[in-house]
């Protein structure tokens, strides 16, 4: 008979294998995950747990509180069940426990997956079909739908010389963030794109920074980003422009130059995740859709 207990650090290799064993669609490093688990910024072991049977993982789920638009809400980030144990009523037990837990914290609803600041996939892909099922019993309902698309960077190069030439005859300078843009480059984000704060603050620790910005009179209206979650996967964003410079290239301007710097580094692919315009990252960078993920929530 197994048990419910906290997931402690000293899990972590374990749980490793245990997560590229059970979820098949999918691929962590250990960095990656001490990433998704530990460096969360709301990071609560008493939200993490581990269903475990004779010193063995048999399941496993990992929780995250936050306030949205003084909304709370409560995140299933992560959860996976051996293949062999399914259908026993272990995912439920380690759902029903976490559930219990964001209610004693106030959370007004759960979602799954889609964590804003640090998350690992947007929502459930339903070739995870069992999962659909699971939370659909557990009282969740189906709300949005999202996707990621990628970018072949060994095909097409990148480079916007000329197109920020014709910015400059505008008096718009694109160039590389440094450390002194940090705090305009913050309080713009607070006034237009909130949610984004943490994911560039996290693109500063690349080497070189991982974020361009675009000025007009030498202040910044516009800003790309990468690396800033799922740390070394290619994944690219967030970014966004100011709604009075939309329509004049800029973003698609933002855009190849992260691209252009992942390819630098060494890397075949761009993960451009949770994707909105799909039409813009197709014409800009031929980007294609990768993953589709349904969205799911239960109000509480």
């Known amino acids: 008979m197994g048990e419910i207990r906290l997931f402690k650090e000293n899990d972590l290799s374990r749980l490793l294998v245990f997560c590229n064993r059970n979820m098949e669609l999918d691929h962590f490093t250990e960095p990656l995950l001490r990433e998704k688990i530990l460096e969360d910024p709301a990071y609560d072991p008493q939200n993490v747990l581990i269903y475990e049977e004779d010193a063995q993982i048999i399941g496993f789920i990992d929780g995250v509180t936050r306030t949205i638009r003084d909304e709370k809400i409560g995140y299933v980030k992560l959860m996976a069940v051996d293949k062999k144990h399914r259908r026993k009523g272990i995912g439920a037990l380690l759902y ?139 994944w690219f964003g967030p970014m966004g422009t100011h709604p009075d410079l939309r329509g004049k290239g800029i973003g698609g301007i933002l855009l190849k130059r992260c691209l252009n710097d992942m390819k630098e580094w060494g890397l075949e692919k761009s993960i451009i995740p949770w994707v909105g315009p799909i039409r813009f990252y197709s014409y800009y960078v031929n980007a294609v859709v990768d993953r589709v993920f349904w969205r799911y929530e239960k109000v509480l």
């Open 96 to 234: 029903q426990a976490l559930e219990k837990r964001f209610k004693e914290a106030g959370m007004q609803k759960v979602r799954v997956y889609d964590v804003p600041f640090n998350y690992f996939m947007p929502g459930i892909d339903p070739r995870y079909t069992p999962a659909l099922s699971f939370f659909e019993v557990q009282g969740f309902k189906r709300f949005a739908d999202t996707s990621n698309m990628i970018v072949d960077l060994t095909a097409q190069t990148f480079d916007t010389t000329e197109q920020e030439k014709k910015l400059l005859g505008d008096g718009i300078v694109i160039r590389r963030a440094d450390y002194d843009d940090r705090d305009e480059l913050m309080a713009f984000i607070d006034e237009f794109f909130g949610l984004w704060r943490y994911e560039v603050m996290n693109a500063y620790n690349s080497i070189p920074i991982a974020i361009h910005i675009a000025l007009i009179n030498d202040k910044i209206r516009a800003f790309s980003a990468h690396n800033g979650n799922n740390f070394g996967t290619g």
